[in-house]
């Protein structure tokens, strides 16, 4: 497998314009999140998904940014309109259940997208 | 509210010594505990996980210590390498499958 997927892995937008970025998980993974990453806050746990649900969205700053998991192998954030302080690095990352036999709910990153919004 | 927290965010370490990163967490309820490393341009990698249960659980060169009592989580990697500089992060599984991390720890090897 070619472990989890993310793009773009840079963009560079202006103040207001919308950001779509794009994650592929783990083919058979249970469970999708998405993090975002800044010096400031560190790694800030934005939402997550199991089996295409979203089950916790707490972490999701405002109504500028929304999620959706379509399907088992597709998720989207997206940013509209987008502002500076939104620059990071977002990551998605994806895992098994840990009851799940052998597995140890370990989660498996993407390499991030990082935003830059100027 | 409750978070998973760091001591220190640098720490240097000569290369052959043993690195102890140290972390503090708040929420008792967590029931299992991870380290990630993270290096540049990269994502977090898993390196081991302990569950609350247990105070000790080791794996190839690394071992975490978990303190209930103090709520206290480290992460010892003996023999340091020039391959181990990157930054720590610890994590704590809050409840169901939500995955909390916390500031992280910058290693760094002194030749």
């Known amino acids: 497998d070619a472990g989890v997927i993310q793009s773009p892995r840079h963009e560079v937008t202006e103040m207001g314009q919308e950001v779509t970025l794009r994650c592929k998980p783990i083919s058979g993974h249970d469970y999708l999140f998405w993090y975002r990453q800044t010096m400031m806050r560190g790694l800030e746990l934005l939402i997550y998904?199991?089996?295409?649900?979203?089950?916790?969205d707490s972490g999701m700053p405002e109504d500028r940014f929304s999620a959706k998991m379509p399907n088992a192998s597709f998720s989207t954030l997206k940013i509209q309109p987008s502002e500076p302080r939104d620059s990071a690095v977002y990551f998605c990352?994806?895992?098994?259940?840990?009851?799940?036999?052998?597995?140890?709910?370990?989660?498996?990153f993407g390499e991030g997208s990082r935003l830059t919004v100027l | 509210g409750e978070s998973v927290g760091l001591h220190l965010p640098t720490l240097s370490v000569q290369e052959g010594d043993n690195s102890i990163i140290n972390c503090a967490y708040s929420?008792?309820?967590?029931?299992?505990f991870i380290w990630y490393k993270q290096e540049s341009g990269k994502g977090p990698q898993f390196i081991i996980d302990i569950r609350s249960n247990m105070d000790k659980r080791q794996g190839q060169r690394v071992t975490v210590l978990l303190n209930k009592t103090v709520k206290h989580l480290s992460l010892q990697i003996a023999a340091t390498q020039p391959g181990d500089s990157a930054v720590y992060f610890c994590?704590?599984?809050?409840?169901?499958?939500?995955?909390?991390f916390g500031k992280g720890t910058r290693l760094h090897i002194l030749p």
């Open positions: 929420n008792s309820a967590s029931d299992y």
């Open positions: 994590a704590e599984n809050e409840r169901d499958d939500k995955i909390i």
């Open positions: 998904f199991n089996n295409n649900v979203p089950i916790d």
């Open positions: 990352a994806s895992s098994l259940e840990r009851t799940t036999r052998g597995s140890t709910g370990e989660l498996f």
